[in-house]
Nanobody, 115 residues
């Protein structure tokens, strides 16, 4: 079993910044990929960003150039999502995902961007 816990969501004005954190714990051998997805009301869950064990990153088109995913150098099972230049359309529940032989998901953290 793997537990995934997100933190750092909140309310911010358009143009502002937030940093999300995600920690995976439990029976972990190796996590191949960790990442962030989001789901806005009435919409499907979409990719925000992922990072592989080797440090390769991938971003959704809507966040490229504004969001940055990174790993904690001191805790390999922790990742961050730095979100800059936030827009109202970034409002969503943000979910952390961790992948080994299975997909593990956190409960999500709400990010609300006011105009």
């Amino acid at each position: 079993q793997v537990q995934v816990v997100e933190s750092g969501g909140g309310l911010v004005q358009a143009g502002g910044s937030l940093k999300l954190s995600c920690t995976a714990s439990g029976t972990i051998v190796v996590l191949n990929v960790m990442g962030w997805y989001r789901q806005a009301p009435g919409k499907q869950r979409e990719l925000v960003a992922t990072i592989t064990r080797g440090g390769i990153t991938n971003y959704g088109d809507s966040v490229k150039g504004r969001f940055t995913i990174s790993r904690d150098n001191n805790a390999k099972n922790r990742v961050y999502l730095q979100m800059n230049s936030l827009k109202p359309e970034d409002t969503a529940v943000y979910y952390c995902n961790a992948v080994n032989n299975f997909d593990w998901w956190g409960q999500g953290t709400q990010v609300t961007v006011s105009s």
